[in-house]
Protein backbone atom coordinates (compact mmCIF):
# COMPACT_ATOMS: atom_id res chain seq x y z
CA UNK A 1 0.00 0.00 0.00
CA UNK A 2 1.49 3.35 -0.72
CA UNK A 3 1.83 6.28 1.50
CA UNK A 4 -0.65 7.86 -0.43
CA UNK A 5 -3.28 5.28 -0.15
CA UNK A 6 -2.98 4.53 3.58
CA UNK A 7 -3.40 8.11 4.53
CA UNK A 8 -6.61 8.78 5.94
CA UNK A 9 -9.53 10.24 4.07
CA UNK A 10 -11.26 12.75 6.40
CA UNK A 11 -15.29 13.21 6.26
CA UNK A 12 -15.75 16.29 8.33
CA UNK A 13 -12.19 18.31 7.60
CA UNK A 14 -11.33 21.60 8.65
CA UNK A 15 -8.90 23.47 6.04
CA UNK A 16 -5.40 24.50 6.52
CA UNK A 17 -3.30 25.60 4.03
CA UNK A 18 -0.14 23.98 5.41
CA UNK A 19 -1.74 20.28 5.41
CA UNK A 20 -3.08 18.33 2.46
CA UNK A 21 -6.92 18.99 2.06
CA UNK A 22 -7.73 15.69 1.94
CA UNK A 23 -5.60 13.65 4.21
CA UNK A 24 -4.38 16.52 6.12
CA UNK A 25 -0.83 15.30 5.88
CA UNK A 26 1.42 18.72 6.74
CA UNK A 27 4.03 19.87 4.48
CA UNK A 28 7.62 18.48 5.13
CA UNK A 29 10.80 19.24 3.14
CA UNK A 30 10.33 15.81 1.66
CA UNK A 31 6.62 16.39 0.79
CA UNK A 32 5.80 19.55 -0.41
CA UNK A 33 2.33 20.60 -0.57
CA UNK A 34 1.07 20.46 -4.25
CA UNK A 35 -1.11 24.06 -5.04
CA UNK A 36 -4.14 24.33 -7.40
CA UNK A 37 -3.02 26.32 -10.33
CA UNK A 38 -6.28 27.45 -11.09
CA UNK A 39 -7.39 28.90 -7.32
CA UNK A 40 -4.62 29.01 -6.03
CA UNK A 41 -5.72 28.34 -2.50
CA UNK A 42 -6.23 24.96 -1.97
CA UNK A 43 -3.34 22.14 -1.32
CA UNK A 44 -2.80 18.77 -1.59
CA UNK A 45 0.11 15.89 -0.36
CA UNK A 46 0.29 14.33 -3.99
CA UNK A 47 -1.27 14.29 -7.06
CA UNK A 48 -3.28 11.63 -6.67
CA UNK A 49 -5.40 13.36 -3.80
CA UNK A 50 -5.79 16.71 -6.24
CA UNK A 51 -7.51 14.55 -8.60
CA UNK A 52 -9.24 12.78 -6.35
CA UNK A 53 -10.61 15.91 -5.00
CA UNK A 54 -11.27 17.75 -8.24
CA UNK A 55 -14.82 16.94 -8.79
CA UNK A 56 -15.76 18.24 -5.15
CA UNK A 57 -13.67 21.30 -5.73
CA UNK A 58 -14.27 22.01 -8.85
CA UNK A 59 -17.36 24.40 -8.36
CA UNK A 60 -15.20 26.48 -5.91
CA UNK A 61 -11.97 26.59 -7.72
CA UNK A 62 -13.81 28.22 -10.53
CA UNK A 63 -15.29 31.29 -8.75
CA UNK A 64 -12.05 31.81 -7.07
CA UNK A 65 -9.96 31.33 -9.97
CA UNK A 66 -12.48 33.55 -12.14
CA UNK A 67 -12.48 36.22 -8.86
CA UNK A 68 -8.85 36.53 -8.90
CA UNK A 69 -8.65 37.12 -12.38
CA UNK A 70 -11.09 39.69 -12.76
CA UNK A 71 -9.44 41.74 -10.73
CA UNK A 72 -5.71 40.82 -12.30
CA UNK A 73 -4.90 39.39 -9.14
CA UNK A 74 -2.50 36.40 -7.98
CA UNK A 75 -5.03 34.80 -6.49
CA UNK A 76 -8.90 36.05 -4.90
CA UNK A 77 -7.48 37.19 -2.26
CA UNK A 78 -4.35 39.67 -3.26
CA UNK A 79 -6.76 43.04 -3.88
CA UNK A 80 -6.61 42.95 -0.04
CA UNK A 81 -3.03 43.07 0.50
CA UNK A 82 -2.25 46.31 3.02
CA UNK A 83 -5.60 46.83 4.50
CA UNK A 84 -6.68 46.97 8.06
CA UNK A 85 -7.72 43.72 10.08
CA UNK A 86 -11.58 45.19 10.13
CA UNK A 87 -11.69 45.24 6.35
CA UNK A 88 -9.98 42.09 5.92
CA UNK A 89 -12.91 40.37 8.28
CA UNK A 90 -15.75 42.01 6.38
CA UNK A 91 -13.89 41.17 3.21
CA UNK A 92 -13.54 37.18 3.24
CA UNK A 93 -16.94 37.09 5.65
CA UNK A 94 -18.33 38.70 2.49
CA UNK A 95 -16.91 36.83 0.23
CA UNK A 96 -18.65 33.44 2.22
CA UNK A 97 -22.10 35.44 1.89
CA UNK A 98 -21.50 35.86 -1.90
CA UNK A 99 -20.67 32.55 -2.85
CA UNK A 100 -23.45 30.70 -0.61
CA UNK A 101 -25.84 32.97 -2.84
CA UNK A 102 -24.19 32.29 -6.65
CA UNK A 103 -23.72 28.26 -5.10
CA UNK A 104 -27.81 28.07 -4.03
CA UNK A 105 -26.34 26.91 -0.93
CA UNK A 106 -24.73 27.14 2.25
CA UNK A 107 -20.86 26.50 2.53
CA UNK A 108 -19.22 23.05 4.39
CA UNK A 109 -17.06 24.44 6.94
CA UNK A 110 -13.82 23.51 5.21
CA UNK A 111 -15.23 25.52 2.00
CA UNK A 112 -15.82 28.74 4.75
CA UNK A 113 -12.37 28.37 6.14
CA UNK A 114 -10.72 28.60 2.72
CA UNK A 115 -11.63 32.16 2.92
CA UNK A 116 -11.13 32.44 6.39
CA UNK A 117 -8.03 31.30 6.83
CA UNK A 118 -5.91 31.44 3.43
CA UNK A 119 -2.25 31.43 3.18
CA UNK A 120 -2.04 35.36 3.04
CA UNK A 121 0.70 37.63 5.28
CA UNK A 122 -0.21 37.89 8.76
CA UNK A 123 0.95 41.18 9.83
CA UNK A 124 -0.81 42.80 6.13
CA UNK A 125 -2.64 40.32 4.95
CA UNK A 126 -0.78 39.85 1.31
CA UNK A 127 -1.25 36.80 -0.76
CA UNK A 128 1.49 35.93 -3.17
CA UNK A 129 3.13 33.43 -5.00
CA UNK A 130 6.07 33.16 -2.95
CA UNK A 131 5.22 33.56 1.03
CA UNK A 132 7.17 32.81 4.26
CA UNK A 133 5.57 29.99 6.48
CA UNK A 134 6.22 29.20 10.11
CA UNK A 135 7.77 26.05 9.81
CA UNK A 136 6.52 24.23 13.21
CA UNK A 137 2.74 25.66 13.01
CA UNK A 138 2.23 25.80 9.19
CA UNK A 139 -0.84 28.11 9.96
CA UNK A 140 0.70 31.50 9.70
CA UNK A 141 2.64 33.03 6.72
CA UNK A 142 4.22 36.32 6.07
CA UNK A 143 4.81 38.13 2.43
CA UNK A 144 8.47 38.73 3.62
CA UNK A 145 11.18 37.92 6.01
CA UNK A 146 10.79 41.26 7.91
CA UNK A 147 7.83 40.63 8.72
CA UNK A 148 8.46 37.51 9.74
CA UNK A 149 10.88 39.30 12.01
CA UNK A 150 8.66 41.51 13.16
CA UNK A 151 5.77 39.23 13.89
CA UNK A 152 8.36 36.43 15.74
CA UNK A 153 7.77 37.53 18.97
CA UNK A 154 3.70 37.61 19.49
CA UNK A 155 3.59 34.21 17.52
CA UNK A 156 5.76 32.14 19.01
CA UNK A 157 3.22 32.99 22.07
CA UNK A 158 0.82 31.05 19.89
CA UNK A 159 2.82 29.03 17.92
CA UNK A 160 2.28 25.77 19.95
CA UNK A 161 -1.38 26.52 20.56
CA UNK A 162 -2.14 26.50 16.71
CA UNK A 163 -0.07 23.16 16.50
CA UNK A 164 -2.57 22.02 19.19
CA UNK A 165 -5.53 23.29 17.30
CA UNK A 166 -5.12 21.46 13.88
CA UNK A 167 -3.99 18.44 15.63
CA UNK A 168 -7.11 18.38 17.88
CA UNK A 169 -9.33 19.64 14.56
CA UNK A 170 -7.75 16.60 12.34
CA UNK A 171 -8.87 14.00 15.39
CA UNK A 172 -12.08 15.24 16.10
CA UNK A 173 -12.55 14.88 12.33
CA UNK A 174 -11.24 11.51 12.36
CA UNK A 175 -12.69 10.07 15.52
CA UNK A 176 -15.36 12.18 17.50
CA UNK A 177 -15.34 14.76 19.74
CA UNK A 178 -12.37 14.72 22.45
CA UNK A 179 -14.16 13.72 25.44
CA UNK A 180 -11.13 11.80 27.93
CA UNK A 181 -13.13 10.06 30.69
CA UNK A 182 -13.72 12.93 33.30
CA UNK A 183 -11.37 12.36 37.15
CA UNK A 184 -13.92 10.00 38.82
CA UNK A 185 -12.56 10.80 42.70
CA UNK A 186 -15.21 12.47 45.13
CA UNK A 187 -14.18 15.07 47.79
CA UNK A 188 -15.48 13.80 51.17
CA UNK A 189 -14.88 17.67 52.55
CA UNK A 190 -15.28 21.00 50.52
CA UNK A 191 -12.27 22.62 49.26
CA UNK A 192 -14.06 25.81 47.24
CA UNK A 193 -12.12 27.04 44.44
CA UNK A 194 -8.81 27.33 43.05
CA UNK A 195 -6.32 30.02 41.21
CA UNK A 196 -7.16 28.28 37.76
CA UNK A 197 -8.33 25.14 36.11
CA UNK A 198 -5.00 23.50 36.27
CA UNK A 199 -5.34 22.52 40.10
CA UNK A 200 -8.42 20.29 39.33
CA UNK A 201 -6.62 19.32 36.09
CA UNK A 202 -3.20 19.66 35.96
CA UNK A 203 -1.52 19.63 33.07
CA UNK A 204 1.13 17.78 31.53
CA UNK A 205 4.94 18.02 31.30
CA UNK A 206 6.11 19.09 27.91
CA UNK A 207 9.40 17.61 27.52
CA UNK A 208 9.82 18.56 23.73
CA UNK A 209 8.34 20.39 21.13
CA UNK A 210 6.09 17.54 20.19
CA UNK A 211 2.36 17.33 20.89
CA UNK A 212 1.65 14.28 23.11
CA UNK A 213 -1.16 12.76 23.39
CA UNK A 214 -1.67 13.50 27.25
CA UNK A 215 -1.38 16.83 26.64
CA UNK A 216 -4.14 16.71 23.59
CA UNK A 217 -6.20 14.59 26.08
CA UNK A 218 -5.54 17.77 28.89
CA UNK A 219 -6.89 20.15 26.33
CA UNK A 220 -9.82 18.24 25.73
CA UNK A 221 -10.56 17.17 28.94
CA UNK A 222 -10.46 20.96 29.83
CA UNK A 223 -12.96 21.83 27.36
CA UNK A 224 -15.28 19.18 28.66
CA UNK A 225 -15.14 20.76 32.28
CA UNK A 226 -15.23 23.92 32.14
CA UNK A 227 -18.79 24.89 32.03
CA UNK A 228 -18.73 23.00 35.65
CA UNK A 229 -15.75 24.71 37.14
CA UNK A 230 -16.42 27.94 36.06
CA UNK A 231 -20.52 27.59 38.02
CA UNK A 232 -18.21 26.24 40.83
CA UNK A 233 -15.72 29.31 41.06
CA UNK A 234 -18.23 31.61 40.61
CA UNK A 235 -20.22 29.89 43.48
CA UNK A 236 -17.74 30.13 45.92
CA UNK A 237 -16.89 33.83 45.06
CA UNK A 238 -19.79 35.43 44.75
CA UNK A 239 -22.89 33.36 46.81
CA UNK A 240 -20.95 30.21 48.80
CA UNK A 241 -24.21 29.54 50.32
CA UNK A 242 -25.16 27.09 47.27
CA UNK A 243 -22.58 24.69 48.25
CA UNK A 244 -23.65 23.32 51.17
CA UNK A 245 -27.56 23.26 49.88
CA UNK A 246 -28.94 19.64 49.87
CA UNK A 247 -30.57 20.49 45.95
CA UNK A 248 -28.92 22.89 43.71
CA UNK A 249 -31.12 24.20 40.63
CA UNK A 250 -29.04 25.33 37.43
CA UNK A 251 -30.19 26.44 34.53
CA UNK A 252 -28.30 26.09 30.75
CA UNK A 253 -29.74 28.88 29.00
CA UNK A 254 -29.41 29.65 25.28
CA UNK A 255 -28.26 25.48 24.85
CA UNK A 256 -27.36 23.28 21.87
CA UNK A 257 -25.78 20.03 21.39
CA UNK A 258 -22.80 21.41 22.62
CA UNK A 259 -23.89 21.55 26.01
CA UNK A 260 -25.72 18.27 25.85
CA UNK A 261 -22.66 16.30 24.44
CA UNK A 262 -20.85 14.07 27.83
CA UNK A 263 -23.73 14.70 29.73
CA UNK A 264 -21.29 13.09 32.04
CA UNK A 265 -19.18 15.70 32.20
CA UNK A 266 -21.63 18.10 34.33
CA UNK A 267 -21.80 15.65 37.20
CA UNK A 268 -18.14 16.81 37.79
CA UNK A 269 -19.74 19.69 40.10
CA UNK A 270 -21.26 16.86 41.96
CA UNK A 271 -17.66 15.49 42.75
CA UNK A 272 -16.81 19.10 43.99
CA UNK A 273 -19.43 19.48 46.80
CA UNK A 274 -19.86 17.09 49.36
CA UNK A 275 -22.69 18.81 51.25
CA UNK A 276 -24.93 19.11 47.57
CA UNK A 277 -27.07 15.47 47.17
CA UNK A 278 -29.20 16.27 44.09
CA UNK A 279 -28.43 18.81 41.19
CA UNK A 280 -30.87 19.12 38.66
CA UNK A 281 -29.87 20.72 35.54
CA UNK A 282 -31.76 21.95 32.79
CA UNK A 283 -31.11 22.75 29.59
CA UNK A 284 -33.07 25.59 27.47
CA UNK A 285 -32.45 26.20 23.76
CA UNK A 286 -34.18 26.35 20.85
CA UNK A 287 -31.17 24.77 19.14
CA UNK A 288 -32.31 21.62 20.63
CA UNK A 289 -35.58 20.32 19.26
CA UNK A 290 -33.65 16.80 18.27
CA UNK A 291 -33.36 16.22 21.94
CA UNK A 292 -36.52 16.90 23.35
CA UNK A 293 -38.22 13.60 22.62
CA UNK A 294 -35.43 11.76 23.94
CA UNK A 295 -35.10 13.08 27.81
CA UNK A 296 -31.59 12.55 29.19
CA UNK A 297 -31.45 9.80 31.82
CA UNK A 298 -27.61 9.06 32.55
CA UNK A 299 -26.89 7.69 36.02
CA UNK A 300 -24.11 9.03 38.41
CA UNK A 301 -21.14 7.29 39.05
CA UNK A 302 -20.86 4.46 41.47
CA UNK A 303 -19.40 7.00 44.13
CA UNK A 304 -22.14 9.47 43.92
CA UNK A 305 -24.60 6.25 44.24
CA UNK A 306 -22.67 5.35 47.13
CA UNK A 307 -22.96 8.68 48.86
CA UNK A 308 -27.19 9.03 47.82
CA UNK A 309 -26.00 11.56 45.20
CA UNK A 310 -28.33 11.64 41.92
CA UNK A 311 -28.85 14.63 38.95
CA UNK A 312 -31.48 14.84 37.06
CA UNK A 313 -31.50 16.14 33.28
CA UNK A 314 -34.51 18.04 31.71
CA UNK A 315 -34.35 19.87 27.87
CA UNK A 316 -36.54 22.04 26.81
CA UNK A 317 -36.19 23.65 23.33
CA UNK A 318 -37.31 26.54 23.45
CA UNK A 319 -36.45 30.36 24.32
CA UNK A 320 -36.13 31.15 28.05
CA UNK A 321 -38.53 33.51 28.37
CA UNK A 322 -41.31 30.48 27.30
CA UNK A 323 -39.80 28.58 29.34
CA UNK A 324 -40.77 30.77 32.34
CA UNK A 325 -43.99 30.64 31.77
CA UNK A 326 -43.99 26.90 31.97
CA UNK A 327 -45.55 24.88 35.12
CA UNK A 328 -42.28 23.18 35.15
CA UNK A 329 -39.99 25.98 35.79
CA UNK A 330 -38.62 26.59 39.05
CA UNK A 331 -36.27 29.81 40.18
CA UNK A 332 -32.88 28.25 39.34
CA UNK A 333 -29.83 29.08 41.81
CA UNK A 334 -27.41 29.68 39.04
CA UNK A 335 -27.90 30.16 35.01
CA UNK A 336 -24.98 29.81 32.73
CA UNK A 337 -25.26 30.80 29.02
CA UNK A 338 -21.86 29.06 27.31
CA UNK A 339 -20.26 31.48 24.83
CA UNK A 340 -23.16 33.48 24.79
CA UNK A 341 -22.82 35.05 21.43
CA UNK A 342 -24.83 38.29 21.91
CA UNK A 343 -22.44 40.11 19.95
CA UNK A 344 -23.46 38.20 17.14
CA UNK A 345 -26.85 40.18 16.20
CA UNK A 346 -27.69 43.76 16.13
CA UNK A 347 -29.55 45.77 18.32
CA UNK A 348 -30.02 48.81 16.08
CA UNK A 349 -32.02 47.51 13.22
CA UNK A 350 -28.39 47.80 10.95
CA UNK A 351 -27.04 43.65 11.04
CA UNK A 352 -29.14 40.81 11.52
CA UNK A 353 -32.14 41.27 14.00
CA UNK A 354 -32.82 39.45 17.17
CA UNK A 355 -35.88 41.30 18.26
CA UNK A 356 -36.98 38.30 20.59
CA UNK A 357 -33.72 38.15 21.89
CA UNK A 358 -33.51 41.47 23.27
CA UNK A 359 -36.83 41.78 24.66
CA UNK A 360 -36.55 38.33 26.56
CA UNK A 361 -33.15 39.03 27.69
CA UNK A 362 -34.56 40.29 31.17
CA UNK A 363 -35.88 37.11 32.02
CA UNK A 364 -32.55 35.40 31.96
CA UNK A 365 -31.64 36.85 35.46
CA UNK A 366 -32.20 34.67 37.80
CA UNK A 367 -34.46 36.34 41.63
CA UNK A 368 -31.84 37.46 44.21
CA UNK A 369 -29.20 35.93 45.12
CA UNK A 370 -28.92 33.91 42.49
CA UNK A 371 -26.53 34.67 39.38
CA UNK A 372 -26.57 34.66 36.24
CA UNK A 373 -22.92 33.89 33.99
CA UNK A 374 -22.46 34.41 30.63
CA UNK A 375 -19.03 33.30 28.86
CA UNK A 376 -17.73 34.80 25.73
CA UNK A 377 -14.62 33.16 23.25
CA UNK A 378 -12.90 36.71 23.28
CA UNK A 379 -12.01 39.75 24.93
CA UNK A 380 -13.93 41.50 22.16
CA UNK A 381 -16.85 39.20 22.14
CA UNK A 382 -17.06 39.89 25.75
CA UNK A 383 -17.43 43.34 25.73
CA UNK A 384 -20.10 43.76 23.54
CA UNK A 385 -21.95 41.01 25.01
CA UNK A 386 -21.43 42.89 28.01
CA UNK A 387 -22.69 46.47 26.33
CA UNK A 388 -25.57 44.70 25.12
CA UNK A 389 -26.59 42.96 27.98
CA UNK A 390 -26.35 46.19 30.10
CA UNK A 391 -28.51 47.91 27.37
CA UNK A 392 -31.31 45.96 27.95
CA UNK A 393 -30.94 44.52 31.59
CA UNK A 394 -31.08 46.33 34.83
CA UNK A 395 -28.57 44.49 37.27
CA UNK A 396 -25.68 44.32 39.64
CA UNK A 397 -23.15 43.05 38.01
CA UNK A 398 -20.29 41.31 40.11
CA UNK A 399 -17.69 40.67 37.07
CA UNK A 400 -17.57 42.31 34.40
CA UNK A 401 -15.32 41.02 31.15
CA UNK A 402 -12.95 39.11 33.04
CA UNK A 403 -10.69 36.64 31.89
CA UNK A 404 -12.20 32.75 33.22
CA UNK A 405 -9.87 31.44 35.06
CA UNK A 406 -11.95 27.88 34.25
CA UNK A 407 -11.86 28.28 30.95
CA UNK A 408 -11.05 25.35 28.31
CA UNK A 409 -7.26 24.88 27.10
CA UNK A 410 -8.24 23.35 23.79
CA UNK A 411 -7.34 26.23 21.44
CA UNK A 412 -9.51 27.45 18.14
CA UNK A 413 -8.08 29.43 15.38
CA UNK A 414 -9.85 32.81 15.33
CA UNK A 415 -10.11 34.05 12.24
CA UNK A 416 -11.12 37.34 13.26
CA UNK A 417 -7.75 37.88 14.80
CA UNK A 418 -9.35 39.27 17.97
CA UNK A 419 -7.11 41.45 20.34
CA UNK A 420 -4.25 40.88 17.39
CA UNK A 421 -4.48 36.92 18.53
CA UNK A 422 -4.55 33.65 16.66
CA UNK A 423 -6.50 31.21 18.72
CA UNK A 424 -9.50 31.60 21.62
CA UNK A 425 -10.94 29.41 23.93
CA UNK A 426 -14.39 27.87 25.13
CA UNK A 427 -15.84 30.37 28.22
CA UNK A 428 -12.27 32.07 28.02
CA UNK A 429 -14.09 35.44 29.41
CA UNK A 430 -16.97 35.96 31.18
CA UNK A 431 -19.38 38.30 33.28
CA UNK A 432 -21.26 37.65 36.16
CA UNK A 433 -24.76 39.56 37.02
CA UNK A 434 -27.55 39.45 39.98
CA UNK A 435 -30.84 41.08 40.48
CA UNK A 436 -30.76 44.09 42.66
CA UNK A 437 -32.09 43.40 46.32
CA UNK A 438 -34.90 44.93 46.04
Known amino acids: MSEVESAPILAEPHFYWGACYVCRRKSTKENSMKRCTRCKSVYYCSQDHQKLHWKKHKKLCNYLAAAGQEVEQFSFFSCMGGCEQKEWNTFRMNAILTCEIMFGRGLELA ?14 HTAQDKMYDCGECYCVSYCSEQHLEQDKERHDLSCRQLKIAMLADVYESVVNVGMPAIPSNVDSTYLGTAPDISHFIPEPEQPTDQISKEELDHCFLTCQVSGALTLLDNMEKHNPALATQSVLRIHI ?3 SIYEMMGLIKWEYLLHRLPGVKEIEYTFI ?13 VPTCQSCQSSGKSILYSVFPMRYSEFKKLDAYQPPDL ?5 AGFSEFDDEGEGVSWDEGWSDMKDLVP ?15 AEKDLERFKKHCETDLLVSCSENPMRSWRPCRDWENDQNKDVFYSNQYLSVARSKIN
Open 111 to 124: EKEIFLFPRSCRTC
Open 253 to 255: AGA
Open 285 to 297: GPALMEEEENQPS
Open 335 to 339: VLVQN
Open 367 to 381: PYPSLLIFTAYTLGE
